[in-house]
């Protein structure tokens, strides 16, 4: 069993999340190999409202379409609720109401007037699960106040066609579910059964990885990641 510890803040060249190391010696595998990765150690400073990500809200009613901007910060659900209601009544006619509901983590929003949920960074968040709607209120189900709920850890190095991640990609080594707190650090592991088929006849001293969301686009503001390869 062959360990490689990695660290992002001991990089050669690229970003805290989209970096390459250098292996103190040649790495060769040949033959059937396989490979896990443990203890992928993520810092959460992800808001659960970011400014240019997932802070607007784009609502039709009395004949426009009205954008709603939301403060970047981190919000508990009534926190998020009360800002999103601030936000639409800032900007859009009527009067808004925006409830959460903890137990079920669900939104409702509604307003004096019919109108629709057109899109807008946040909007299309919101409706990426099932939601109901009627001609006032809407209730959004899987609302989280975390400003992350899964991300990928890809290496092209591995690339392996039995691997088939978001949008068909075939790098993808990892998925890690986010369940902790904005200001927590995540530590996940794969499943300890779990392995990925290293491909033959891998051949290098240079190893490279990226940290990305679940539309696969790279993470950007994470300060530092650490893992550990296992090769058996």
Known sequence: MRQIFVDSRDRVSGTSTDFSIQLPETLTLTGSRRMRIDNLRVPLVFPTIQAGKNDTLVVNTSGGNY????????????????????????????????????????????????????????????????????????????????????????????????????QGAHDTLMCAVVTQEYGSVLDVSMPWDSYIDVPNGLTTQQLDFQLRDRSYNILSIVPNISFVILID
Do not use: E
């Not at 609720?81 to 409830?99: E, R």
């Not at 109108?115 to 209120?137: D, M, W």
């Not at 190095?157 to 088939?164: P, Q």
């Open 67 to 166: 954008t709603a901007t939301i403060a970047q910060a981190n919000y508990t659900g009534l926190q998020l609720a009360s800002a999103v209601q601030s936000a639409l009544a800032a900007v859009a006619p009527g009067v808004w109401t925006v409830s959460y509901d903890p137990s079920n983590i669900t939104m409702t929003i509604s307003c004096s007037n019919n109108f629709t949920v057109v899109g807008g960074t946040y909007g299309n968040q919101l409706k990426i699960h099932p939601f109901t709607q009627s001609a006032r209120p809407y209730t959004f189900t899987y609302v989280t106040v975390l400003g992350l709920d899964i991300m990928y850890l890809s290496s092209s190095r591995f690339s392996n066609l039995d691997t088939i991640g978001p």
